[in-house]
């Protein structure tokens, strides 16, 4: 075995070795050799660097960071330097478990601070500290200010020092130094103990002490547990129990959605049969028509073309009534489902107030059992201040303070009570100035049109060229032009309200089903529909629909953007905050919002900069959005670029965020996120196209169709204007003009002054309004200047309490205590049945509003079969005309001749055969129309079921509680259970949950 022996030293950028090097030692003697400033002596300064004198000038520098390596002439200089003594450890000299101990020290400059440095040691290559460096040398007998290491002069030193210095060193040499120090410090442990034993005593004693106490704390602790316990498995139970319920549905839901995909294919079978059919019949037809064309004659072709339209309009007649008649039925079948429905909210409604009554009787009780309980404490409280004048001088600092607690209460319930009237007054000036508004722009339009009106009246006198007799004619025929356009104006207007009822409906239905296709959550969903309805203003949109990506990068966009995605743009912070609290009142879930007047302007890192020059580019750059959308789009993908390739991506990675075309992502710290990718659901641009699109199709033809009516309208009455007053021109009536204008421009001052009194009251408002809002944020901050004072007394009045009670009679105090806990038990009782009694309120409203929405779906559903009634007695009215006119015709027709009746007959029969393929097919399609209906509605509720079944999953995830299979407890035994634990906890009032640990630590120090 070997002594203890430097083997190697290893530097690093240390003074002039600017490269890494190594320098053996051999057994024995090692010489060193070279010319002066060849780096001799730095040998000799890198092994004190690591054993750690005290002074840098010991190794020859001002401060360590001189010791890095500073480039020479014309090297970029380093910016660190690290020495490492490898010793041979055979004989263990050094109290490690290794033949070989590598010791090293590193050196760093700070990146941010300016002259600062970083120091660390390293045992064999794990990280150490200085302290165990000296404890391991010290243990070796090595140092860096001992005589391991004979410098230049310290044998001069020695001879010339004195002969006590010099038995001071070969003592330290020796070790008997070492054993003095721990002499010394053994004598001192010893002084501590002596004087630790005095202060243990007190401790303990202390600790017996504390151990009682705990030993309450602890108690109420386990029984807090054990209720806990119960109240977390009766709430996985019911979740548990949940969950199932919504299996069961999602089930039933998936049965139908099989039968009426079923049905559908069954559908559409019988449709491509029906049309191969009428195809068929048609061409019957139309050969059967022209044969009798070319034996008729003209004649004969103006008799079919009248006889046609009229069977046209007998077959749309009959279609319309079968049409109508079908639809009733569904409206009965709907109606007798409503009243049922209806039936049931009443049972629900009435139960709710039987339990309310009984609920309000035991409030009654437990208010009466309160008062008789305050009244014996009333008692006991006189008696104990009889007892002592110390009690009595408390007893009067209590009733100081509830009589000061009284004011403050009075005053709360009237800030409260002005807080109710000023959202009150708010709300009336909202609707005030919304009218206002309202009557401000109909004033607009009847000046408008006034004024309209006096410059054309105007205008026509100028016009007086024509005859009258030409005139009068031309105005005559602009007359029936224009009644047959107003004609096919209001029927334009039926259908279109008509489709636009049609369009409502589905859309509210395909925003649904498309949200759910996209992935929203519920939170993001509802913000949507707040935009789309208008009831909250400033909303533009989630960041997937506010831009569109090319598809050869959606994949990396998407990863890159991630759940931001989902993340809504909004005008400002106020808008955001709205937001937030729609989501609070409803409970339905958190959103991230980017207000655009707050959001701050991102810049990309250096590095990135640098990258992106390499690469593909920013991923921001690649998506296409609106140029005022930049920052908040700076949010989501920050300075994130795309690459072609994960190889590619690896070349760039550390402190930058990469993302790659097929996916993958690259952290700036350097986390990979890759493999097997889930498609996402949400997507970048606008929503696809919906089941209501042949719908919205119908509806812009017949608006286009509609406005073109309105135009022709308009110019037919500004024609009729003018031909009215040349006519009267032409004929003598100039003064009539007169008196008309005259009267108009009596209309526009009107109208005018109208305006103005509008404005004047619209200005009015808003000043009212902006008063009033100012009063209520005024409010609020007295509410809670005032909530928080109350909450100070109630604490100061229990304290004073607390102080009667220990300064009373044991007897008294006894009596006190328990009449006091009696009464807690009844108000934390009283308490729960009042948020019970509130429950019930909510609830019994929510019941009253499904009511009412019944009440109105039976309301639609009458009209509807009123409007429906009439339709086929208007339909039956039509038909018997048309039956009288058809016979007429057929008559005349059946005179023409022998010679194409049977062309006739042949023509009839083929005609029958059209009209009922087109009913069959007609009624095929209306039948497809509403089981496609059906179908999405049942796929939505599918995807609200799953919604919540992942809800409910994930509920119980968090609870992290086992339910076992097997017979489980009622719904309403859970939430009996339920309910009896919380109040079983909240009488328990404040836990101790520490003692549980503290009891038996203090157990273990005593």
């Keep these: 075995m070997t002594t203890l022996f430097l083997k190697q030293i290893e530097m690093e950028n240390f003074k002039s070795f600017g490269r890494k090097i190594s320098v053996p030692f051999l057994q024995g003697y090692t010489s060193i050799t070279g010319p002066n400033g060849s780096g001799k002596s730095n040998i000799?300064?890198?092994?004190?660097?690591?054993l750690g004198p005290k002074s840098s000038k010991a190794i020859r520098a001002g401060k360590l960071t001189d010791l890095i390596w500073n480039g020479g002439k014309d090297k970029k200089p380093a910016d660190s330097c690290q020495v490492s003594l490898l010793f041979d450890n055979s004989d263990r000299q050094i109290p490690v478990e290794a033949d070989e101990?590598?010791?090293?020290?590193?050196?760093?400059?700070?990146?941010?601070?300016?002259?600062?440095?970083?120091?660390?040691?390293?045992?064999?290559d794990r990280k150490s500290s200085l302290s165990e460096f000296d404890s391991l040398l010290a243990h070796a007998r090595i140092s860096a200010e001992g005589y391991n290491l004979v410098q230049q002069g310290d044998i001069q030193r020695i001879v010339s020092m004195s002969s006590i210095d010099r038995r001071r060193i070969l003592d330290n040499i020796a070790g008997i130094t070492k054993f003095d120090d721990d002499i010394a410090q053994a004598e001192g442990k010893r002084r501590e103990t002596e004087e630790n034993l005095d202060r243990i005593r007190i401790i303990l004693e202390e600790i017996d002490r504390q151990i009682k106490q705990l030993e309450v704390d602890r108690d109420g602790a386990l029984k807090f547990k054990d209720l806990n316990g119960r109240l977390t498995t009766a709430k996985a139970q019911l979740a548990y129990k949940n969950r199932e319920l919504i299996e069961r549905q999602i089930v039933g839901t998936k049965e139908q959605i099989t039968k009426h995909e079923a049905d559908k294919a069954k559908l559409e079978g019988q449709k491509a049969e029906l049309r191969n059919l009428l195809d068929a019949a048609v061409a019957r037809l139309s050969a059967l028509e022209q044969e009798m064309a070319d034996r008729g004659g003209e004649e004969a072709k103006q008799l079919k073309e009248k006889l046609?339209?009229?069977?046209?309009?007998?077959?749309?007649?009959?279609?319309?009534?079968?049409?109508?008649?079908?639809?009733?039925?569904?409206?009965?079948?709907?109606?007798?489902?409503?009243?049922?429905?209806?039936?049931?909210?009443?049972?629900?409604?009435?139960a709710l107030a039987r339990e309310r009554t009984n609920v309000d009787g035991r409030v009654g009780e437990l208010d009466g059992q309160i008062k008789s309980a305050d009244q014996d404490l009333h008692e006991v409280d006189e008696l104990a201040s009889k007892s002592d004048a110390k009690v009595l001088g408390i007893?009067?600092?209590?009733?100081?303070?509830?009589n000061e607690i009284d004011q403050v209460e009075e005053k709360l319930k009237g800030i409260v009570l002005e807080g109710d009237r000023t959202k009150e007054a708010m709300g009336?000036?909202?609707?005030?100035?919304?009218?206002?508004?309202?009557?401000?722009?109909?004033?607009?339009?009847?000046?408008?049109?006034?004024?309209?009106q006096l410059k054309e009246l105007r205008s026509s006198t100028k016009e007086s060229g024509k005859s009258l007799q030409k005139l009068q004619q031309e105005f005559h025929e602009k007359r029936a032009e224009e009644a047959k356009l107003a004609k096919e104006q209001a029927e334009l207007q039926t259908a279109i309200l008509s489709l636009t009822r049609q369009y409502a409906q589905l859309k509210a239905e395909a925003d649904v089903a498309e949200n759910m296709k996209r992935g929203y959550t519920a939170a993001v969903t509802a913000i949507l529909e707040c935009r789309e309805t208008g009831s909250i203003k400033g909303i533009h949109g989630t960041v997937a629909q506010l831009a569109h990506v090319d598809p050869q990068y959606e994949t990396a966009i998407v990863t890159a953007a991630g759940a931001r995605m989902q993340a809504i743009i909004v005008d400002d912070d106020t808008v955001?905050?709205?937001?937030?609290?729609?989501?609070?009142?409803?409970?339905?879930?958190?959103?991230?919002?980017?207000?655009?007047?707050?959001?701050?302007?991102?810049?990309?890192?250096?590095?990135?900069?640098?990258?992106?020059?390499?690469c593909l580019g920013f991923a921001i750059d690649l998506c296409h959005f609106d140029e005022k959308y930049r920052d908040a789009f700076f949010y989501v993908f920050g300075d994130t670029l795309v690459v072609q390739t994960l190889d590619e991506a690896r070349k760039w990675m550390g402190g930058v965020r990469l993302v790659t075309v097929e996916g993958e992502l690259i952290e700036a710290s350097g986390a990979m996120i890759g493999g097997d990718m889930e498609r996402s659901t949400v997507k970048f641009g606008p929503s696809a196209a919906s089941e209501m699109e042949k719908i919205a199709e119908k509806l812009r033809e017949a608006q286009a169709h509609a406005e073109n009516v309105a135009n022709l309208l308009d110019g037919i009455r500004k024609e009729i204007l003018d031909l009215e007053g040349t006519i009267k021109d032409s004929g003598g009536k100039s003064g009539a003009v007169e008196v008309k204008a005259s009267t108009l421009e009596a209309k526009r001052r009107e109208f005018t002054a109208r305006l103005a009194a509008a404005d004047k009251d619209l200005t009015e408002r808003k000043d009212r309004f902006d008063l009033a809002e100012k009063t209520a944020k005024r409010i609020e901050e007295d509410l809670a200047k005032f909530s928080k004072a109350l909450e100070a007394l109630k604490a100061k009045r229990d304290e004073r309490k607390k102080a009667v009670i220990e300064a009373t009679p044991q007897q008294i105090s006894s009596r006190m205590k328990e009449l006091m806990s009696r009464r807690a038990t009844l108000a934390e009782e009283l308490s729960g049945l009042r948020s019970k009694l509130e429950a019930m309120a909510t609830q019994t409203a929510f019941l009253e509003e499904r009511r009412g929405e019944v009440d109105a779906r039976i309301g639609t559903l009458d009209d509807q079969r009123k409007d429906h009634?009439?339709?086929?007695?208007?339909?039956?009215?039509?038909?018997g005309r048309l039956e009288t006119e058809i016979r007429g015709l057929e008559k005349t027709e059946a005179q023409m001749g022998k010679q194409i009746k049977d062309l006739q007959d042949a023509r009839d029969t083929a005609y029958k055969g059209k009209t009922d393929r087109e009913a069959d097919l007609d009624k095929v399609t209306h039948k497809l129309e509403t089981k496609e209906d059906f179908l999405l509605k049942m796929e939505t509720e599918l995807k609200v079921q799953e919604e919540q079944l992942a809800e409910a999953e994930r509920v119980m995830k968090e609870m992290a509680v086992e339910v076992t299979e097997g017979r489980l407890p009622t719904l309403q035994e859970l939430k009996a259970t339920i309910t009896e634990c919380e109040a079983a906890i909240n009488a328990l009032g404040p836990i101790n949950l520490r003692a549980l640990e503290d009891y038996e630590a203090q157990q273990a120090r005593a």
């Design 869 to 879: 009634e009439k339709r086929i007695e208007s339909n039956q009215e039509s038909l």
């Design 101 to 124: 101990v590598k010791l090293t020290r590193y050196v760093g400059l700070s990146p941010s601070v300016d002259g600062g440095y970083n120091s660390y040691f390293y045992i064999n």
């Design 44 to 50: 000799a300064d890198a092994i004190l660097f690591v």
């Design 395 to 402: 007893q009067k600092q209590i009733i100081a303070l509830n």
């Design 576 to 614: 955001a905050a709205q937001c937030i609290d729609f989501l609070k009142r409803r409970k339905i879930g958190r959103a991230t919002f980017l207000p655009l007047s707050k959001m701050l302007v991102g810049k990309p890192r250096g590095k990135a900069i640098l990258v992106a020059k390499e």
């Design 428 to 452: 009336r000036l909202e609707s005030e100035i919304s009218q206002i508004g309202e009557s401000r722009k109909q004033y607009q339009v009847e000046f408008d049109d006034t004024d309209w």
């Design 308 to 350: 046609d339209g009229l069977r046209i309009q007998r077959a749309r007649a009959a279609d319309g009534i079968e049409t109508s008649k079908e639809a009733l039925k569904q409206i009965r079948v709907d109606t007798g489902d409503a009243n049922k429905e209806r039936a049931k909210v009443q049972r629900e409604t009435d």
